[in-house]
C-alpha cells in the first residue's frame, strides 16, 4: 500500500463498485426466486466490472515496469559517469608517474652539471693561481723600470689629474640635470600608470559587480520556474490540510535530469513531504542555465515548497 498507494485506491474503489452493483441487484422481497435468466443479468455485470479492473491493474503494472525502466537507465548513466571518472584518475595518476619521472631525470642532470661547474670551478682556481704567482714575478721584474720612469709619470699624472677633474665635473653637471630630468619624468610616468591602473581596477569591480548581479537574477529566476514546474506536478496528499510548507534539497546534473531529492525542514506531515519528494522527481528534468559557470550553482539546489504562495 505504501509503495503503490494509487493502486491500491483503485482496487479498493473498483471492489467498493462491485459490492454496491451486487447489493442493488439483489431483490430483497418476498417474491418467488427469480428465473434462470434473470439471475444471470449480475453475474455478465460483474464480468465486465472485474475485466474493466484487471485493465486497470494491468495499466497500472505497465506504469510500475516504465518507471523502473528509467530508474535503471538513470542507474546505467550514473554508473557510464563513475566509470569514466575512474579512467579520468588512471590518466592522472600516469601523467603524475611521468611527471615525478621527470623530475628525477632533471634533478640527476642537475647535479651532473654543479659537479661539472664545481671542477671547473677548481681547474680556474688553479690557473688564476698560477697566473697570479707569475704577475708577481713580473712586477718584481718591472719594479725598478717603475722607479724609473715615477717622476715623469707623476708630472704627466698630475696634468691629466687636473684635466680630467675638470672634465668629471662638467660630466657630472650634465648627469645630475639629467638624472633630475629623468627622474622627473619617471615620477610622471609612474604616476599616470598608477591612475590608469586604478581606472582599470574601479572599471573591473564594476563589470564584476554587473556580472555577479546579473548571474545572481538569472539564479533566482531559473530557482522560480524550478518551483513552478515542481508544483504543477504536485499533487496533494489525502489529509495533509493547507497552510504547510517544507524545505527540499535537490542534486541535479547538466540537462536538469535530477539525481537525489530530500526533505531538509520536514513541513511535520510525512505525506507531505513525501509528495514533494515525488513532485520533484516528476518534474525532471528541471530547467537550468546553460551556461557552465551559473549552472554549478544548481548542483546542488535548496529551495521552498510552499503551494500557498504565488
Request: hydrophobic share 35%; proline share 5%.
Amino acid at each position: 500500500m505504501r509503495e503503490r498507494p494509487r493502486a491500491f485506491f483503485y482496487a479498493v474503489l473498483v471492489h467498493l463498485v462491485l459490492l454496491g452493483i451486487l447489493v442493488f441487484s439483489l431483490d430483497w422481497s418476498a417474491a418467488p426466486p427469480p428465473s434462470t435468466a434473470a439471475r444471470k443479468a449480475p453475474v455478465q455485470a460483474v464480468v465486465v466490472d472485474s475485466a474493466r479492473l484487471d485493465a486497470e491493474l494491468q495499466r497500472q503494472k505497465a506504469q510500475e515496469e516504465k518507471k523502473q525502466r528509467e530508474a535503471e537507465q538513470k542507474l546505467k548513466k550514473l554508473e557510464q559517469q563513475a566509470k569514466e571518472a575512474e579512467q579520468r584518475r588512471r590518466r592522472e595518476e600516469k601523467r603524475a608517474a611521468e611527471l615525478k619521472r621527470r623530475q628525477a631525470e632533471e634533478a640527476r642532470k642537475k647535479a651532473e652539471a654543479e659537479k661539472k661547474r664545481k671542477a671547473e670551478a677548481v681547474r680556474k682556481k688553479a690557473e688564476a693561481e698560477k697566473k697570479r704567482k707569475a704577475e708577481a714575478e713580473r712586477k718584481r721584474k718591472a719594479e725598478a723600470a717603475r722607479k724609473k720612469a715615477e717622476a715623469e709619470r707623476k708630472r704627466k699624472a698630475e696634468a691629466a689629474r687636473k684635466k680630467a677633474e675638470a672634465e668629471k665635473k662638467r660630466k657630472a653637471e650634465e648627469a645630475r640635470k639629467k638624472a633630475e630630468a629623468e627622474k622627473k619624468r619617471k615620477a610622471e610616468e609612474a604616476r599616470r600608470k598608477a591612475a590608469e591602473r586604478e581606472l582599470q581596477a574601479r572599471l573591473a569591480a564594476e563589470r564584476e559587480a554587473q556580472r555577479r548581479s546579473a548571474m545572481q537574477r538569472m539564479v533566482d529566476e531559473y530557482v522560480l520556474r524550478i518551483r513552478e514546474k515542481v508544483q504543477r506536478r504536485w499533487i496533494q496528499p489525502p489529509g495533509s490540510g493547507a497552510g504547510l510548507s517544507c524545505t527540499v534539497e535537490v542534486r541535479l546534473i547538466p540537462g536538469g535530469d535530477v539525481v537525489d531529492a530530500r526533505i531538509v525542514r520536514s513541513s511535520g506531515n510525512a505525506a507531505f513531504d513525501r509528495s514533494v519528494e515525488a513532485a520533484v522527481f516528476k518534474a525532471a528534468p528541471l530547467p537550468v542555465p546553460s551556461d557552465p559557470e551559473v549552472m554549478e550553482q544548481f548542483r546542488t539546489l535548496r529551495f521552498e515548497f510552499n503551494p500557498g504562495s504565488p
